[in-house]
């Protein structure tokens, strides 16, 4: 039996300076009932760089 969907999807937050990827992300819940397409980039701290970058929406493996 499969199993249903619910009304939040698991989204990843992936960092990107110049076009390459730093390899830090953070995983967030999106709502599907509010949202309807994709989220817009967000600031938050690159630990990696060590400072504040725009991080943009990409599909969680999961």
Do not use: F, Q, W
């Not at 999807?9 to 390899?23: A, C, H, Q, Y």
């Amino acid at each position: 039996m499969a199993s249903k969907k619910g009304k939040h999807e698991l989204i990843r937050l992936v960092s990107k300076v110049d076009g390459k990827e730093t390899g830090s992300y953070y995983v967030i819940k999106k709502n599907l009932a509010k949202s309807s397409g994709k989220i817009k980039p967000m600031r938050k701290y690159d630990s990696r760089l060590k400072k504040h970058v725009e991080m943009t929406e990409a599909k969680c493996s999961h």
